[in-house]
């Protein structure tokens, strides 16, 4: 089972909220964990978005717009990804990771499709 | 404004080496944390190693452990990855990507591939 488990993809409209989910594997609570996420734009390397851990503890992406935000989900032991008010530039691939037992672990990614 | 770039990358036979270099401008590089990171063609990004801020500490994945070793020189701005025993599975675009607590900025790639 993969450390960091993401949808393969997901489709949304333009003018959608899109919510990517990234969900650690058992035994492992998301809770004590910072999760960066990371878009990549085709031929382009990956950007930082933002990182998350909780309300206290978060950090924004230098000029990164506010419709993208993180969030967390307890119960499903997942990081979220939220973009709000979906727009053509933001198709792209999206990938979380976390810094776990001294290595940096990627999620499997997510290819996001405005249509 | 961060920026990096990344050199060194090109063909080479497996079992060979190569070693990849990211020059850094403009910015408190001595205090960053630096990462490499690998995406092969059409599949997703895989970290490599890391060096942290002093340059004593450092760490790698498990793919490349062994094989390949990362340094820094903080006089030049520069830290490197030297590649040994190079298999076709490292076949990639090597990313050098800096930060104080995670890989906030990234470099263009390099690609390196390997010929079996």
């Not at chain 1, 727009?87 to 976390?98: L, R, V």
């Not at chain 2, 990362?70 to 990639?92: C, V």
Request: proline letters at 3%.
């Amino acid at each position: 089972q993969a450390v960091l488990t993401q949808p393969s993809s997901l489709s949304a409209s333009p003018g959608a909220s899109a919510s990517l989910t990234c969900t650690l594997r058992s035994g492992i609570n998301v809770g004590a964990y910072r999760i960066h996420w990371y878009q990549q734009r085709p031929g382009s390397p990956p950007q930082y978005l933002l990182t998350y851990k909780s309300d206290l503890d978060k950090q924004q992406g230098s000029g990164v717009p506010s419709r993208f935000s993180g969030s967390t989900d307890a119960s499903a032991n997942a990081g979220i990804l939220l973009i709000s008010g979906l727009q053509s530039e933001d198709e792209a691939d999206y990938y979380c990771m976390i810094w776990h037992n001294n290595v940096y672990v990627f999620g499997t990614g997510t290819k996001v499709t405005v249509l | 404004e961060v920026q990096l770039v990344e050199s060194g990358g090109g063909l080479v036979q497996a079992g060979g080496s190569l070693r990849l270099s990211c020059t850094a401008s403009a910015f408190s590089f001595r205090t960053y944390e630096l990462n490499w990171v690998r995406q092969a063609p059409g599949k997703g990004l895989e970290w490599v190693s890391y060096i942290s801020d002093s340059g004593y500490v450092a760490y790698y994945g498990v793919s490349v452990r062994g094989r390949f070793t990362t340094t820094r020189d903080n006089a030049k701005n520069s830290f490197y990855l030297q590649m040994n025993s190079l298999r076709a599975e490292d076949t990639a675009v090597y990313y050098c990507a800096v930060g104080t607590s995670s890989p906030d900025y990234w470099g263009q790639g390099t690609l390196v591939t390997v010929s079996s």
